[in-house]
Nanobody, 124 residues
Framework: QVQLVESGGGSVQAGGSLRLSCAASGTRGHYCMGWFRQAPGKEREGIASIYTRDGITYYTDSVKGRFTISRDNAKNTLYLQMNSLKPEDTAMYYC??????????????????WGQGTQVTVSS
């Protein structure tokens, strides 16, 4: 059973940075792994994904140039470096994984496993 545990959320002022981590366990082979977020009253949205074998990434437009997704396969850990944070980035951030050997897509679909989330709050 795949388990995902996020960490690294917190409160930061606009323009600041945070790095989220997602520790994965129970994984075998390669996966599409992604970060999603959900703000109060809004739908959950996919913001970044990476295929663990080749490192190909996708980003939603609102975070391009500011956020960077990466992974350390040896540590089974996914990261999201968030720079130039804005108040509109305030949300609960979730780590997710696809089924084994599922490629990522720009549509941020086909994720099966989810973490519990970590809160990010950006003040103006």
């Amino acid at each position: 059973q795949v388990q995902l545990v996020e960490s690294g959320g917190g409160s930061v002022q606009a323009g600041g940075s945070l790095r989220l981590s997602c520790a994965a366990s129970g994984t075998r082979g390669h996966y599409c792994m992604g970060w999603f977020r959900q703000a109060p009253g809004k739908e959950r949205e996919g913001i970044a994904s990476i295929y663990t074998r080749d490192g190909i990434t996708y980003y939603t437009d609102s975070v391009k140039g500011r956020f960077t997704i990466s992974r350390d396969n040896a540590k089974n850990t996914l990261y999201l470096q968030m720079n130039s944070l804005k108040p509109e980035d305030t949300a609960m951030y979730y780590c997710a994984a696809s089924v084994q050997f599922m490629y990522c897509s720009s549509g941020f679909s086909n994720f099966r496993y989810w973490g519990q989330g970590t809160q990010v709050t950006v003040s103006s």
